[in-house]
């Protein structure tokens, strides 16, 4: 495996007295794409929303590029592309304008923006669209504009939390295809996702989360190993069951 990108240590975050992210250690390497995978209500966007920096610790820290977050915020943020649950975008704004206000955060301008936001949007296949207000988008293009505004900065480490969440199965694999294609060009990704035959398709390792905690983690393989050694007759999902008592397919929207 490649450097260490990304280590939390006893991370944990409570509110009030439910604690949602429970002593949470994780190695994530350069090159890998990591997928953390979970029921709705697993701790899943929580824990993304503290190795981003957005929600502070109650306790444990998060180190990236060997630097504390916290700490050293300026020095690692420019590094991250964020694609969050929620659309970040703004339907008033055209698609053009929606990706360079994102990347302009970042301090690029003049000909070095431009050119981030065009091929941004090419990317996504919507340079087409380029002059088209969000709001008049399908809900897998505004999936796919929500990735253009976080990759223009070129970052290192993608965050994608649960990017595919209603829409249609042509947008769901043009969007698995290009976190692919973004992973062979040398960005290490981390991928949360209740929908297992994803998390199975493109990630290189696997973490089972289930209240706020890591249960089980390896690849695909490994994690059927931990059930039976018949791993060829034994789908993630039964792993999922065993492990947790849970049909993760109760969970999807």
Not at 30 to 54: D, H, Q, R, V, W
Not at 133 to 154: E, V
Not at 180 to 190: C, L, P, R, W, Y
Not at 225 to 241: A, C
Request: proline share 2%; with cysteine; charged share 30%.
């Amino acid at each position: 495996m490649g450097d260490i990108i990304l280590k939390t240590t006893d991370l944990m975050k409570k509110y009030d007295n439910k604690t949602v992210v429970d002593n949470l250690n994780i190695e994530i390497h350069k090159g890998e794409i990591f997928g953390l995978l979970g029921p709705n209500g697993a701790g899943k966007s929580t824990t993304m929303n503290m190795i981003c920096s957005i929600v502070r610790p109650t306790a444990g820290t998060v180190e990236l590029f060997d630097k504390n977050v916290w700490k050293k915020k300026k020095e690692v943020i420019h590094k991250i592309g964020y694609i969050p649950q929620e659309l970040a975008i703004h339907g008033n704004l055209k698609a053009w304008e929606n990706v360079e206000l994102f990347t302009s955060l970042y301090g690029i301008k003049g000909a070095e923006l431009k050119k981030a936001v065009d091929d941004s949007l090419a990317y996504v296949g919507l340079i087409e669209r380029r002059q088209d207000f969000a709001k008049n988008f399908s809900g897998g293009m505004k999936r796919r504009l929500n990735i253009a505004c976080a990759i223009g900065h070129n970052p290192e480490l993608l965050i994608f939390d649960e990017p595919t969440v209603g829409i249609d199965p042509q947008s769901r694999n043009f969007i698995l295809d290009k976190i692919k294609e973004s992973n062979q060009k040398g960005a290490t990704v981390i991928y949360t996702s209740h929908y297992m035959e994803e998390v199975e398709a493109i990630c290189t390792r696997i973490a089972i989360m289930d209240n706020g905690k890591i249960i089980a983690s390896g690849t695909s393989e490994e994690l059927k190993k931990m059930v039976t050694d018949d791993v060829k007759n034994i789908s993630l999902e039964e792993v999922f069951l065993t492990m947790t008592g849970k049909k993760l397919r109760d969970y999807a929207e």
